[in-house]
């Protein structure tokens, strides 16, 4: 009886430190880590939206998106009218190639709430799935919705690099910069982008600039060896150690 309360005690506590915990992981890319920490929340607490919402997100960035479709449905049985579930289930069923179910979710998102920018990055995700243009209207909508968080012109801008329009992808990415500029991950976003667009001198610097500000990040390190004038990065790397971890 005794450890029970003693459990009750300190799970709250630390529910709050795997949030947190869960939620650094998934905004630095480590989606793996995030996916295991949403998981092990939800084991605790099967009410936590945010770990539902958090566990759907990290299976979409990781193209996992048949199991996205499965644990999105198992989330609204539980919470039917949440509009960001919706908004995730439009696009779980946009990327599993359900277009006409996705822009009927996407609706009853948008229906409920104008202002959301989940509600938005779904529908920018359909028509962007379809190679509609207009999907760049829902994604001034998303944005403006939200005017502080680089999340969202992140999130967008990893949506457009999925669809392969890497110039959109980079001016979002560095939107995301101008709102976080210490913060890696837009630093990270922009040089893939620059990278994809063959800017290999700007893609360096941006990534350069990322591994700065997150020395220990492997998925940084990974980006830099990945390109194709990495022999001074390298070196640069190898000295901090990359060299040994990576292979």
């Given at each position: 009886?005794?450890?029970?309360?003693?459990?009750?005690?300190?799970?709250?506590?630390?529910?709050?430190?795997?949030?947190?915990?869960?939620?650094?992981?998934?905004?630095?890319?480590?989606?793996?880590?995030?996916?295991?920490?949403?998981?092990?929340?939800?084991?605790?607490?099967?009410?936590?939206?945010?770990?539902?919402?958090?566990?759907?997100?990290?299976?979409?960035?990781?193209?996992?998106?048949?199991?996205?479709?499965?644990?999105?449905?198992?989330?609204?049985?539980?919470?039917?009218?949440d509009d960001?579930?919706?908004?995730?289930?439009?696009?779980?069923?946009?990327?599993?190639?359900?277009?006409?179910?996705?822009?009927?979710?996407?609706?009853?998102?948008?229906?409920?709430?104008?202002?959301?920018?989940?509600?938005?990055?779904?529908?920018?995700?359909?028509?962007?799935?379809?190679?509609?243009?207009?999907?760049?209207?829902?994604?001034?909508?998303?944005?403006?919705?939200?005017?502080?968080?680089?999340q969202?012109?992140?999130?967008?801008?990893?949506?457009?690099?999925?669809?392969?329009?890497?110039?959109?992808?980079?001016?979002?990415?560095?939107?995301?910069?101008?709102?976080?500029?210490?913060?890696?991950?837009?630093?990270?976003?922009?040089?893939?982008?620059?990278?994809?667009?063959?800017?290999?001198?700007?893609?360096?610097?941006?990534?350069?600039?990322?591994?700065?500000?997150?020395?220990?990040?492997?998925?940084?390190?990974?980006?830099?060896?990945?390109?194709?004038?990495?022999?001074?990065?390298?070196?640069?790397?190898?000295?901090?150690?990359?060299?040994?971890?990576?292979?």
């Open positions: 009886g005794e450890d029970s309360s003693v459990e009750l005690e300190t799970s709250q506590s630390h529910l709050d430190r795997y949030s947190s915990r869960a939620t650094e992981a998934f905004e630095f890319e480590s989606f793996p880590e995030a996916l295991k920490l949403y998981a092990r929340i939800l084991d605790f607490d099967r009410q936590s939206r945010f770990s539902w919402k958090g566990q759907i997100q990290c299976l979409i960035q990781l193209s996992r998106s048949q199991d996205a479709l499965n644990w999105v449905s198992l989330a609204l049985d539980e919470f039917p009218n960001e579930l919706i908004a995730l289930k439009a696009i779980a069923l946009a990327r599993t190639g359900l277009i006409e179910e996705a822009m009927a979710f996407s609706d009853a998102s948008l229906q409920s709430t104008q202002s959301n920018s989940p509600s938005w990055l779904a529908r920018t995700e359909i028509l962007l799935a379809q190679d509609d243009p207009t999907a760049n209207y829902c994604q001034d909508r998303a944005l403006n919705a939200d005017m502080t968080s680089w969202i012109p992140w999130m967008a801008s990893r949506m457009y690099s999925f669809y392969h329009k890497e110039a959109a992808a980079l001016k979002l990415a560095q939107m995301a910069i101008e709102r976080a500029p210490t913060h890696s991950t837009p630093w990270l976003q922009t040089g893939r982008s620059q990278a994809a667009l063959g800017l290999d001198k700007q893609a360096n610097q941006s990534l350069a600039r990322a591994l700065e500000l997150t020395p220990d990040s492997s998925i940084i390190a990974d980006a830099i060896q990945s390109m194709p004038e990495t022999n001074g990065f390298a070196r640069i790397l190898s000295g901090l150690g990359f060299g040994k971890r990576m292979t």
